[in-house]
């Protein structure tokens, strides 16, 4: 397909595929994908480093592997890696490659994609990896743009798509309030399916953008932003293929016959689930989770603040409302800069310049903006009965008004398009698209998260604000941080956005970014979640007692997958025969990311 045909091609749609967009927001997603196109100038990737080979496998043997893996799964479900690799973006995304690389879009890459159609070919796909020595790599639907996308860590490993064949809701329940879905199951299509039942009385909590796999964004602990935003502690329940093709049932899954799979999550004995997230210690076939009653009504609310430093009066005001559940959602609280880049104009619009878009240009676009000119911007929204909800934002209003300058919103002057409203839907359990906006501030526009965790302190808020304030004037990327407030700690998530088609902002944003990961670490912060390429140094910030807990995580490796085909590197966990082979990706590597083969 070429450039022009791809710009102009329609959305997918979701009752077309399993990946596509849901009717409502079709209109929203073309406006979205015009906006992509018309800043996009990277020219479609020729092919410098064919054949893309697994490591230590000689071409015919490897195509005598796959022949036998498509008597399997059939030979359409069998592709070679092999064409040029074409990025499309977040609604017709590649499982080819990183979509959104930081190094050289060829690092990353798998010599071939697999599509297994149950429990069982995932099985039969383990067993054929195991004979023939080929990493293996799974993804639900590979749209964890941000962390790596598809793409997997060690290059020439087989892609396990599971999304595209494994795609049913296998069961909503709507006296349990739950669900058992398959790794191809995007939040778009389960509550679409809740809403098609005519069950109103479920809510299914929706991450920033709803197209990505339920059980995806769960192993790797997402959240959303209704009070059940913390996805891994909603779940109940897995369904896992060993890296030996052993396949387990966790909790209440191990016991036949049983009826409580999905209400009781921890069975009897040791609760297992958790060596499965965030690991390659398994494929997770199948997995439970449970939906979030409606709460009899909600309104959501905007308060914005006038002043860089009223952030550490904000956060001490926020602990004792979040800890006390008055605000009842994670919440959000936003530099304006991303109020203006959530319109989804490119940052020429405002500034042409070089280097960081001055403060004084930032506030005089701000002062335009419905929202008015401000430096922090809090979302939040208040769930129940309307009584029950006057009664918390009374609370709310009261202890927001002590900032000077504060200012509650009034909604009824935002127009529809506002990105205040796509938080109240999103916080209200309806998933959108238009957090795909600030992306485009940059032409290609691409973006890689800092994520570090504290507690929720003001001084916390402050020293991490300023660090990576610090390193991005350094670098002169503009910084867009955002302040999430869980029950009990913080996550500061700060997206760096880039051109990904020039090597000189890819490298500066993977420098700083470098630099931040280490900063943190020393201040005692340590980060939830990471790209591919930082994996290896984030797990090594992680070393309390001589490394103790990744020495744990090996002797797990080791024993669950002997042969070390599943998912090599990811989280920073090698098998065996990868380790101290140049492998682990450091401050030094550079664009190198693969090691020096692996031990026979």
């Known amino acids: 397909?070429?450039?022009?045909?791809?710009?102009?091609?329609?959305?997918?749609?979701?009752?077309?595929?399993?990946?596509?967009?849901?009717?409502?927001?079709?209109?929203?997603?073309?406006?979205?994908?015009s906006k992509?196109?018309?800043?996009?100038?990277?020219?479609?990737?020729?092919?410098?480093?064919?054949?893309?080979?697994?490591?230590?496998?000689?071409?015919?043997?490897?195509?005598?592997?796959?022949?036998?893996?498509?008597?399997?799964?059939?030979?359409?479900?069998?592709?070679?890696?092999?064409?040029?690799?074409?990025?499309?973006?977040?609604?017709?995304?590649?499982?080819?490659?990183?979509?959104?690389?930081v190094v050289d879009e060829e690092e990353f890459v798998p010599s071939a994609m697999v599509y297994p159609g149950s429990t069982e070919e995932v099985q039969q796909i383990v067993l054929w990896a195991n004979k023939y020595q080929i990493p293996i790599s799974p993804i639900s639907m590979g749209r964890n743009l941000g962390y790596g996308g598809a793409a997997p860590r060690v290059r020439g490993s087989v892609l396990i798509d599971l999304g595209k064949r494994m795609n049913?809701?296998?069961?909503?329940?709507?006296?349990?309030?739950?669900?058992?879905?398959?790794?191809?199951?995007?939040?778009f299509a389960l509550y679409e399916a809740v809403k098609a039942k005519g069950y109103d009385h479920l809510w299914v909590d929706v991450p920033d953008v709803g197209g990505g796999s339920v059980i995806g964004n769960t192993v790797d602990r997402g959240v959303g932003y209704t009070p059940y935003g913390d996805h891994w502690a909603?779940?109940?329940?897995?369904?896992?293929?060993?890296?030996?093709?052993?396949?387990?049932?966790?909790?209440?899954?191990?016991l036949p016959g049983n009826n409580t799979w999905q209400t009781f999550p921890y069975g009897f004995g040791p609760y297992s689930d958790g060596i499965f997230s965030q690991s390659n210690f398994g494929i997770v076939t199948k997995m439970g989770m449970t939906l979030m009653p409606n709460p009899g009504g909600y309104e959501s609310f905007m308060y914005t603040f006038q002043k860089e430093e009223d952030l550490d009066q904000l956060i001490e005001i926020i602990r004792p409302l979040r800890i006390g559940n008055i605000l009842e959602n994670v919440a959000q609280l936003r530099h304006v800069k991303q109020t203006i880049a959530a319109n989804g104009n490119p940052r020429t619009d405002f500034y042409k310049g070089d280097g960081i878009i001055p403060d004084d240009v930032v506030h005089k676009v701000a002062a335009t903006l419905p929202t008015g000119d401000h430096t922090w911007a809090y979302y939040g929204m208040s769930y129940g009965p309307p009584h029950i909800r006057q009664y918390k934002l009374d609370i709310i209003d009261t202890e927001f008004k002590k900032v000077p300058g504060a200012r509650r919103i009034d909604p009824s002057t935002l127009p529809p398009d506002e990105y205040f409203w796509a938080r109240d839907r999103i916080a209200a359990g309806i998933p959108d698209?238009?957090?795909?906006?600030?992306?485009?501030?940059?032409?290609?526009?691409?973006?890689?998260?800092?994520?570090?965790?504290?507690?929720?302190?003001?001084?916390?808020?402050?020293?991490?604000?300023?660090?990576?304030?610090?390193?991005?004037?350094?670098?002169?990327?503009?910084?867009?941080?955002?302040?999430?407030?869980?029950?009990?700690?913080?996550?500061?998530?700060?997206?760096?956005?880039?051109?990904r088609a020039n090597p000189k902002q890819r490298k500066d944003v993977l420098e700083c970014l470098r630099h931040l990961v280490d900063d943190a670490a020393a201040c005692g912060y340590g980060e939830y979640r990471t790209h591919l390429v930082l994996m290896d140094q984030v797990?090594?910030?992680?070393n309390w007692n001589d490394g103790a807990l990744m020495k744990f995580h090996e002797t797990l490796k080791d024993a669950l997958d002997p042969n070390g085909i599943m998912a090599p590197g990811r989280c920073g966990i090698w098998p065996k025969k990868y380790r101290n082979r140049g492998w682990e990706i450091t401050k030094e590597s550079g664009e190198k990311t693969q090691g020096n083969g692996v031990a026979q």
């Open 433 to 499: 698209i238009h957090e795909l906006r600030w992306v485009n501030w940059m032409p290609n526009g691409a973006h890689i998260a800092f994520s570090p965790v504290s507690p929720i302190r003001g001084a916390d808020a402050k020293k991490l604000y300023e660090l990576a304030k610090r390193r991005h004037d350094e670098f002169g990327i503009d910084l867009f941080p955002a302040f999430c407030v869980g029950l009990r700690e913080m996550h500061l998530i700060v997206e760096l956005v880039y051109d």
């Open 234 to 254: 909603c779940h109940a329940g897995l369904e896992v293929v060993l890296p030996t093709g052993e396949v387990i049932r966790t909790g209440m899954g191990a």
């Open 168 to 187: 049913k809701i296998l069961d909503i329940s709507p006296e349990d309030y739950t669900c058992l879905l398959e790794p191809g199951v995007s939040f």
């Open 36 to 101: 992509v196109f018309e800043t996009r100038t990277k020219p479609k990737a020729t092919r410098n480093r064919l054949p893309t080979l697994p490591h230590g496998i000689e071409e015919q043997v490897f195509v005598d592997a796959l022949s036998e893996l498509g008597k399997h799964l059939g030979v359409d479900n069998v592709e070679r890696n092999d064409k040029p690799l074409r990025d499309g973006w977040y609604m017709e995304h590649p499982n080819t490659h990183d979509l959104m690389a």
């Open 1 to 33: 397909m070429s450039f022009a045909d791809e710009a102009q091609s329609d959305v997918p749609l979701l009752s077309e595929k399993h990946s596509g967009i849901p009717e409502f927001l079709l209109e929203k997603a073309r406006a979205a994908k």
């Open 539 to 542: 797990a090594g910030t992680y």
